[in-house]
């Protein structure tokens, strides 16, 4: 058995039935498994406030396999950073043929990826700053020429800003680029952009307001997105009527060309001119007390409750089909 994706079944569900029993999909053992326990926790018993079968699953203690023999029959997704949010577990649940939450293979897997994300919607006229890949300490010269001082150093491919570093001196270049090295083979840097920060949610191909985050820290990392209690978050971001019309569209359209689908967030800094810049899109959002998607949603009046419905939801567009018996052209079961 395997999933398509069918936008023709996309729907409103009237009773937590409809869903049948739900595995929450939390943990996994990325570098962000403290977060995504937070956040699936957060869903999962929000599910059950609304009275949805909803029960624990977590990747990095049980195999995939036994969602089928648990009786699962969808979805929620709330895996992130690498082997949850980058199209690997997303690829296992096709095989499987059990509807799950949000993006799929191919949108996941670029958008985990920055590097790629940015040459993407570049491609597609949406702006993002200039980068330099830094494949070792060869490239260290060239990125201070091109970028200017001061720079941040990023990994391609993890989420939460784990491995980021400002860099402000040459000689800091090495250890930056180890820290972003150590959690992954693919580094760039980015310049040091002094504007604002926003982010976009998206649900349902719908763009959330907007909200700007200022924060005490050097940048908004790890503790500040999470634990940290005086970041500060503006929704409504204070942006104009056509400025946030326009940071909606740029969004929704880097959405739509990386391929992501169901529901996400959308990262812009603004440069001196105010000009947005994409940062990153991610997939799977954090769902936690801090989380910025459940806050753009509440400015629309939608709670933490009917928001974890709604993302629940966007699993009903991928539909179980009958795969072919081996060795055959025909769908099992079905008559040559």
Not at 104 to 117: F, I, P, Q, W, Y
Not at 188 to 193: L, R
Not at 302 to 310: A, G, Q
Request: net charge negative; hydrophobic share 40%; proline share 7%.
């Amino acid at each position: 058995m395997r999933l398509r994706l069918d936008r023709s079944q996309a729907r409103e569900a009237t009773a937590p039935a409809e869903f049948g029993k739900v595995a929450v999909l939390l943990g996994g053992s990325s570098t962000e498994r403290e977060i995504s326990l937070l956040s699936g926790k957060a869903v999962l018993d929000a599910l059950r406030r609304k009275g949805v079968d909803a029960h624990p699953f977590d990747p990095a203690t049980t195999p995939l396999a036994e969602l089928l023999r648990g009786g699962f029959e969808r979805a929620f997704v709330a895996l992130h950073g690498p082997g949850g949010e980058d199209g690997t577990v997303q690829g296992a649940l096709e095989c499987l043929g059990l509807p799950y939450t949000g993006c799929g293979v191919l949108g996941s897997a670029v958008c985990m990826d920055k590097l790629r994300t940015k040459r993407l919607v570049a491609a597609v006229g949406i702006p993002t700053a200039e980068v330099v890949v830094l494949a070792g300490p060869r490239d260290f010269e060239l990125a201070v020429e091109k970028l200017g001082l001061p720079m941040i150093v990023k990994p391609a491919t993890q989420g939460s800003s784990v491995g980021m570093s400002k860099v402000e001196r040459a000689q800091d270049l090495p250890q930056a680029y180890a820290a972003a090295a150590a959690t992954d083979d693919s580094v760039f840097a980015e310049p040091w952009i002094t504007g604002g920060e926003y982010t976009v949610g998206i649900l349902k191909g719908r763009a959330l307001p907007s909200i700007r985050i200022e924060t005490p820290n050097t940048f908004y990392d790890y503790q500040a997105k999470y634990f940290r209690d005086d970041t500060r978050y503006f929704c409504p971001s204070g942006l104009s009527a056509e400025a946030e019309a326009h940071l909606a569209a740029l969004a929704q359209g880097a959405f739509a060309a990386a391929g992501a689908s169901g529901w996400g967030r959308v990262d812009f800094m603004m440069d001196r001119t105010g000009r947005p810049l994409l940062l990153e899109i991610n997939t799977v959002p954090g769902m936690t007390d801090h989380s910025l998607v459940p806050m753009a949603a509440k400015a629309t009046g939608v709670d933490f409750e009917t928001l974890c419905w709604r993302v629940l939801e966007t699993s009903f567009e991928r539909v179980p089909v009958v795969g072919l018996a081996p060795g055959s052209a025909t769908p099992a079961g079905q008559p040559g």
